[in-house]
Nanobody
Framework: EVQLVESGGGLVQPGGSLRLSCAAS????????MSWVRQAPGKGVEWIAT????????NYADSVRGRFTISRDNSKKTAYLQMNDLKHEDTAVYYC?????RGQGTQVTVSS
């Protein structure tokens, strides 16, 4: 059974940083690209970033490019999202995603 468990969210001030983790199980982790998406209150799901299976190619939404970094450690079956220079508009529930499957999400709140 595919399982994705996100962690690392929390409350942070504008300009701060957080690192999200996504622990995966139930599939050959290195064989799949992984993505992070988010959903802000009252809004639809927004794709943020994707990393390929090897971890050597990534893509970002314009809204986060230059501030967020997606990565993965295939030996730990874990994907990461390093978020720097956080803004109020980054407040959302963040999910890791594999082919449309998501975990339970982790809340990120950016507030002073």
């Amino acid at each position: 059974e595919v399982q994705l468990v996100e962690s690392g969210g929390g409350l942070v001030q504008p300009g701060g940083s957080l690192r999200l983790s996504c622990a995966a199980s139930g599939f050959v982790f290195s064989a799949y690209r992984m993505s992070w998406v988010r959903q802000a209150p009252g809004k639809g799901v927004e794709w943020i970033a994707t990393v390929n299976g090897a971890g050597d190619n990534s893509n970002y939404a314009d809204s986060v490019r230059g501030r967020f970094t997606i990565s993965r450690d295939n030996s730990k079956k874990t994907a990461y999202l390093q978020m720097n220079d956080l803004k109020h508009e980054d407040t959302a529930v963040y999910y890791c995603e594999r082919d449309g499957r998501r975990g339970q999400g982790t809340q990120v709140t950016v507030s002073s």
